[in-house]
C-alpha cells in the first residue's frame, strides 16, 4: 500500500519569493514515481513535475524543483520566484512503476497544500 | 489536441435522486479513470478502464455507484440513489497507456442536499 503526507493544509507566500511545499511518502514497491499536480480554482489538476525513484538527479521544470531524498522517503516542491498565478491547491502523488496490470500503476494522492501568494 | 471533456460541470441534487457524469478521453487514450475528490481531500480512484474493460474498482461504492465505458471510448459514472456524503468533485483522466502520462478533465461538481 502506499501513503503520501502533506502535513501543510496552507502556506503563504510573497510575490517574488522562494517557497518549499512538503511531502512524505510510504510504500513497500522498489520502483516508483512521484508527481506534483498543481488544481487551481478551476479544479482541473495540473501536472507540474515527476522524480523517478532511480532518477540520480532531482528533477527541475523551469521554476519548479523537486528536492527529493529517498532515504528521508520525501519529495518537497519548491518554487521560485513565486507569481500571483501560483496560488492553488498544490498535491503530492505516486506510483509504482511496475510490468504488470493496469491496476499497479494507481496514482495515489496527499491530501493537498493550499498555497496563497501575497503581491 | 482536444483535452479531456466532462459534463456536466456542476449538479445539484437532492438525497436518494440519481446522477450520471460523462467523460470523454482524449483520443487515443486506452486508460481512463474516474476520481472522486471530497472537499479538503486529495483525488481517490473510483475506477479504472483499459478500453471497455475494469482493471480496478476496488473503492468504487458498487451498491450506489455504477460506470461504464462500453466501446472503449467515452464513459458514464452513474450514482444512485446518492448521499449526502456523495458531494465532491467528479475527476476524469485519460492516459495513452496504463503507465502513461495521466490527463485530468476540468472536474463535474456535484452537491447532494
Known amino acids: 500500500a502506499q501513503k503520501i503526507t502533506q502535513t501543510q493544509p496552507g502556506m503563504f507566500v510573497q510575490e517574488k519569493e522562494a517557497v518549499t511545499l512538503d511531502c512524505t511518502y510510504d510504500?513497500?514497491?522498489?520502483?516508483?514515481?512521484l508527481f506534483w499536480y498543481k488544481q487551481p480554482s478551476s479544479g482541473e489538476m495540473i501536472f507540474l513535475i515527476y522524480q523517478g525513484s532511480y532518477d540520480e538527479q532531482n528533477a527541475t521544470e523551469g521554476r519548479y524543483s523537486l528536492n527529493f531524498q529517498k532515504a528521508r522517503k520525501s519529495a518537497n516542491l519548491v518554487i521560485s520566484a513565486s507569481q500571483l498565478g501560483d496560488s492553488a491547491m498544490y498535491f503530492c502523488?505516486?506510483?509504482?512503476?511496475?510490468?504488470?496490470?493496469?491496476?499497479?500503476?494507481?496514482?495515489?494522492f496527499g491530501k493537498g497544500t493550499l498555497l496563497t501568494v501575497n503581491p | 489536441e482536444a483535452g479531456v471533456a466532462q459534463s456536466p460541470r456542476y449538479k445539484i441534487i437532492e438525497k436518494r435522486q440519481s446522477v450520471a457524469f460523462w467523460c470523454n478521453p482524449i483520443s487515443g487514450h486506452a486508460t481512463l479513470y474516474w476520481y472522486q475528490q471530497i472537499l479538503g481531500q486529495g483525488p481517490k480512484l473510483l475506477i479504472q478502464?483499459?478500453?471497455?474493460?475494469?482493471?480496478?474498482d476496488s473503492q468504487l461504492p458498487k451498491d450506489r455507484f455504477s460506470a461504464e465505458r462500453l466501446k472503449g471510448v467515452d464513459s458514464t459514472l452513474k450514482i444512485q440513489p446518492a448521499k449526502l456524503e456523495d458531494s465532491a468533485v467528479y475527476l476524469c483522466a485519460s492516459s495513452r497507456t496504463p503507465n502513461g502520462e495521466l490527463f485530468f478533465g476540468e472536474g463535474s461538481r456535484l452537491t447532494v442536499l
Open positions: 510504500t513497500s514497491d522498489q520502483s516508483y514515481g
Open positions: 502523488a505516486m506510483r509504482p512503476i511496475g510490468m504488470s496490470g493496469g491496476s499497479n500503476y494507481k496514482l495515489t
Open positions: 478502464f483499459q478500453n471497455n474493460g475494469v482493471v480496478d
